[in-house]
């Protein structure tokens, strides 16, 4: 098999508020932890129990990181889709540690804010201006048949309202 893929897709509540950092060269990178929880009933018991895993969510995409500092905080709701990354660094203690991270992208990743708040606003790094924001209740991308329809008035509107009815044929 040729190729493969290096595609995360997350929902979750972030563990923590967004926070902010810049590279050397003034790029800034935001970065969170996000929970994703797994819940299920034990059958022996009939107790519920749950196991809640941990990502570490980094984000160097400027718009991207401008909605999640501006609507998420701690405790929010949000679809993510990035890349995992594992680079390696040292600690304070000069000791050399690997870490694996969720990262989206320059010009790749999408975000989905899920709250009541963020009314289930979608941001997607693919697009034009690197943001597309779109209304749908559902994750990733509003199809054409999802969006409102214009307004009613000047212009705009369905295509019997734009047939002459007077044509003599």
Known sequence: MSGSVNKVI??????RDP???RTGAGD???SFSLATTESWRDKASGER???TEWHNIVIFN???????EQYCKKGSKVYLEGQLQTR?????DGNQRKTTEVVLQRFRGELTLLDSRGRGESFDADRAGGVEAS???GF?????MERRPAAAGGGGGRVADMIDDDIPF
């Open 10 to 15: 997350l929902v979750g509540n972030l563990g």
């Open 19 to 21: 926070e902010t950092r």
């Open 135 to 137: 209304n749908s209740s």
């Open 62 to 68: 400027e718009n991207l990181g401008k909605i999640a």
């Open 88 to 92: 390696e660094y040292t600690d304070r």
């Open 28 to 30: 800034p990178v935001v």
């Open 140 to 144: 990733g991308r509003a199809s054409p």
């Open 49 to 51: 129990k749950d196991r």
